[in-house]
């Protein structure tokens, strides 16, 4: 009796070092990353740019494929999650968590064709030795506790972190030849990728501030994929011998994407901010001339064209000092959509002073042209010219009418 029991102990005993030397051997395995063979193979992923506007600049990858060991892992640093708590207002202050998620290429092929986006491959020509301190390090990366970093869109992105990890593999034997433009500006190459998003380019303008105008160098300018893609496609590869070879061993595509009708400019015109702030000038002219003729001056268009400008510009101003974008500081936007509008509009226009009015609108009209000016010459006069226009024009009249009086008036009200 007491032996079966005794037996019957040592065999629980036993059963749980097993049990806690398989969890011991899972823990151990997943925290270091698999040698490779001879046969795997890393390859830098490029995908084209989508129709929504978070993929609009494209997306970068790393590929790690071993057959023998059935390996198949693509290595995503563009991750976020939409329902993590206050995501709009994390995402607005810049402090969304971003981090690196791993899948098969299968998974990534099937979700890349949905979306009818091009993904291009480039087989990397590295050593077994860079494979494997590479691999290594992207498995380190991956890791619960270390995958989360900070996402900034000119510095630190899904496309910045793949280099940067091959970079860190490869030492000083990897070089790039700097065959990107180095004369455009952060901004420049922004809009380049926004041409068939008028109203994200217009907002995104707008939102980014003097750091977006700094001239990018070839390595800054690989903050958007298709130059880290031209880069790693002319780099050089120092080899243990000291020979110069080619870092791109082989490209291909590995899904071309299908091409469809593009809808009518037109049609894409009619309800593009160009167009709809075109009608809108167009109504606010009628409006004025109507004033004009009856020689009646309200004031209530301008409480709702610079009420609303003083709402957004107070979102600029939010943008400059409570979020770590990085480049919505600086922002001359707010000339334009001068926050002050909203509530000074409303208390100006309730005063009746001639000469309170046409201080206001005088100041009004020096922020309007002095941010024109600013965004002529650098270039990124999208969308927003008929509306800047818009409150020009508004601007001009009331200040051009105030000028003319010398006493209080009783104006009319809405």
């Known amino acids: 009796m007491k032996l079966s029991l005794l037996f019957r102990a040592n065999k629980k005993g036993l059963a749980r070092a097993v049990f806690l030397l398989h969890c011991l051997v899972i823990s151990v395995c997943s925290s270091v990353a698999q040698t490779l063979s001879p046969q795997a193979k890393i390859s830098l992923i490029t995908i084209a740019p989508g129709d929504e506007v978070y993929t ?24 976020f999650a939409s329902y993590t708590d ?18 098969p290429m299968p998974n990534q092929l099937y979700a890349s064709q949905l979306e009818n986006r091009s993904v291009k491959e480039q ?14 390090m992207l498995e380190t990366n991956a890791r619960p506790e270390n995958r989360e970093y900070r996402y900034r869109f000119y510095y630190d992105n ?30 420049d190459w922004m809009n380049e990728y926004l041409t068939t998003q008028p109203w994200a380019r217009m907002g995104m303008n707008l939102g980014i501030g003097y750091p977006a105008d700094r001239t990018a160098s070839s390595w800054e ?19 243990p011998q000291g020979q110069d070879t080619p870092l791109v061993a082989n490209s291909l595509f590995l899904f071309r994407a299908v091409t469809i009708e593009e809808t009518s400019a037109f049609l894409l015109y009619l309800v593009s901010p160009d167009f709809v ?18 020689r009646t001056r309200g004031f209530w268009l301008d409480r709702w064209l610079f009420g609303f400008s003083g709402v957004w510009g107070w979102l600029l101003i939010f943008l400059w000092f409570f979020t770590d974008h990085g480049v919505t500081t600086w922002n001359p936007a707010v000339l334009f959509l001068m926050p002050l509008h909203m509530p000074l509009i409303f208390w100006v226009t309730r005063q009746a002073s001639p000469k309170a009015v046409r201080t206001y609108f005088l100041l009004t009209i020096v922020g309007l042209v002095a941010f024109f000016l600013y965004a002529f010459y650098q270039d990124y006069l999208y969308g927003f010219n008929f509306f800047l226009l818009t409150l020009l024009y508004r601007a001009f009249y009331q200040y051009r009418f105030a000028s003319t009086q010398t006493e209080k008036l009783t104006y009319a009200r809405s």
Request: charged letters at 20%.
């Open 56 to 79: 609009s600049f494209g997306h970068t990858a790393l590929w790690v494929s071993d057959p023998m060991y059935g390996i198949d892992k693509v290595y995503n640093y563009g991750t």
């Open 86 to 103: 206050n995501y709009y207002i994390k995402f607005l202050q810049g402090t969304l968590p971003y981090y690196v998620s791993v899948y």
């Open 123 to 136: 087989i990397l020509n590295l050593s077994d030795a860079q494979k494997q301190r590479l691999y290594t």
């Open 158 to 187: 899904c496309a910045t972190r793949p280099r940067d990890m091959l970079v860190k593999a490869c030492g000083d034997s990897l070089r790039f030849v700097n065959v990107v433009d180095s004369t455009k500006s952060y901004r």
């Open 221 to 239: 300018a690989m903050y958007l994929p298709d130059n880290v893609f031209e880069e790693v496609q002319r780099a050089q590869l120092k080899t």
């Open 277 to 294: 702030f075109a009608v809108l000038l167009v109504v606010v002219f009628l409006i004025t001339r109507r004033q004009q003729k009856r």
